[in-house]
């Protein structure tokens, strides 16, 4: 066994004001309560809010709080994230602190919600780290999920747990516990995902077996989830397969094919050009309801690639309607 306690805190926040006293003094009871955790995972943008008018460079003082607070428990911490103001732009950086208090790592979110998390650049780098004696853990952000080629290029770099803070207070968290139920399974890796509530989100943080199983799902409210995971079951999964059955990151090591849409060099599929700008959505909108004239590229699986691609004319219904 490779045992490792990792607590998730699912904390109201207000996004007209600081939180980060009504952050420390959770953590103070959770470790009160809990004094054998080892790890504590916040939401994102859990300090103040969604509202970039924040941002401060980093390190800076709030950064150094939680330093102190993960030194003074000798905790792993993830503060969630903060809107960092740095020469290149804004950011939305999560911060990996270890036990000793000292900064290992940040990580500044790939893909900023667009069309809403507008004036926040995108980061470009990923972020591993290892925990001693204990196993890999690798960071994601919100939106970063949707986008399986994140997810998985964690897992290709060794990464056992993904830590995925959200902050999630719309219509569709429902279809992100279905994408990070996926992203455990097709990975095979816990996934620890933790949303706030208030401002901070509408809760339901989850976290996922490397199965895909659900080991615990929060409510709506403030809740401390204190957990033991087992990280021996992820070599295990990974080596023997899921449930003793597919073994999705051999399959995609072993692969026979690269795909040619990742390859920016080549001309893409010109549907993806259709789809008109990143906006948000205009009261009356028809867009996306009428056909838009365009050509699909059919690529040529003989030669592996999109540059020899040939127009494609979908196939004219027969008189009266109907399937051909």
């Known amino acids: 066994m490779k045992p490792f306690a990792i607590a998730g805190l699912q904390l109201h926040v207000s996004g ?9 003094d959770r953590i103070e009871m959770l470790m009160y309560l809990y004094p054998w955790v080892q790890m504590v995972v916040v939401s994102e943008l859990a300090t103040f809010g969604g509202w970039t008018g924040h941002a401060a460079p980093l390190p800076g003082p709030t950064e150094a709080a939680y330093c102190q607070l993960a030194a003074k428990h000798q905790i792993w911490l993830i503060p969630g994230s903060l809107y960092e103001k740095s020469e290149t732009g804004i950011y939305n950086t999560a911060p990996v602190i270890n036990p000793q208090g000292v900064v290992i790592a940040r990580y500044r979110k790939m893909f900023p919600f667009l069309p809403y998390e507008t ?14 004696e204990v196993g890999r853990f690798g960071v994601s952000i919100c939106y970063d999920m949707w986008f399986p080629e994140t997810t998985r290029t964690l897992a290709a770099m060794g990464a056992e747990v ?23 399974a097709t990975n095979q890796c816990f996934v620890i995902d933790i949303n706030g509530v208030g401002d901070g989100g509408n809760g339901q943080s989850l976290m996922v ?12 409210s403030q809740e401390m989830m204190p957990l033991e995971i087992d990280l021996a079951r992820v070599g295990r999964s990974r080596e023997v397969g899921l449930r003793g059955l ?18 920016r060099s080549k001309v893409q599929p010109p549907y993806l050009e259709t789809l008109g700008p990143l906006e948000k959505m205009a009261r009356g ?39 051909p």
Do not use: M, W
């Not at 007209?16 to 420390?24: C, K, V």
């Not at 004036?119 to 001693?132: A, K, L, R, W």
């Not at 077996?209 to 409510?219: C, I, K, M, N, S």
């Not at 597919?246 to 390859?263: E, H, M, N, T």
């Open 119 to 132: 004036g926040v650049e995108s980061g470009t780098e990923f972020c591993v780290f290892d925990v001693p």
């Open 209 to 220: 077996a490397p199965t895909g199983d659900v080991l615990y799902q929060a409510g709506h």
């Open 16 to 24: 007209r004001q600081s939180n980060l006293e009504h952050i420390i």
């Open 285 to 323: 909108s028809r867009a996306g309801l009428t056909p838009t004239p365009f050509s699909v590229a059919k690529p040529h699986i003989d030669d592996g690639g999109l540059t020899a691609a040939q127009p494609y004319v979908p196939p004219t219904p027969p008189p009266g309607g109907g399937l």
């Open 162 to 184: 993904i830590l995925h803070p959200t902050l999630t207070g719309s219509i569709d968290r429902d279809v992100e516990l279905a994408i990070a139920r996926a992203t455990a």
């Open 246 to 263: 597919g073994q999705p990151l051999k399959s995609f090591r072993d692969r026979k094919v690269d795909f040619a849409i990742y390859d």
